[in-house]
Nanobody, 121 residues
């Protein structure tokens, strides 16, 4: 069973930066899609950014121009670079990957355990 291990969250002041990482726990065949979501206290989980295997990126309007999503296929790891952070960016950030474990396996969805990001004003 593949697990996604997240890291990089923490406490940062307004205007600061953080880089989140999401690593697959074992070697995999391919990452088809990767995305990041977040959930603030009392709110529903919301989509933040996504990246397809073809390289297309999309961002929520609230983070456009500040966040950047990327993937290192050699390391089976996705990243979310977050700059110019604001207090409203505070929440638990979850990574999502659609991947194939082996060349003959079907695409399967996986979620990370979440990492806390807190931006102080």
């Amino acid at each position: 069973q593949v697990h996604l291990v997240e890291s990089g969250g923490g406490l940062v002041q307004t205007g600061g930066s953080l880089r989140l990482s999401c690593a697959a726990s074992e070697s995999i065949f391919s990452i088809n899609n990767i995305a990041w979501y977040r959930q603030a206290p009392g709110n529903q989980r919301e989509w933040v950014a996504s990246l397809t295997s073809g390289g297309a990126t999309n961002y929520a309007d609230s983070v456009k121009g500040r966040f950047s999503i990327s993937v290192d296929n050699a390391k089976n790891t996705g990243h979310l670079q977050m700059n110019s952070l604001k207090p409203e960016d505070t929440g638990i950030y979850y990574c999502y990957m659609q991947l194939r474990r082996h060349s003959g396996s079907r695409r399967t969805d996986y979620w990370g355990q979440g990492t806390q990001v807190t931006v102080s004003s």
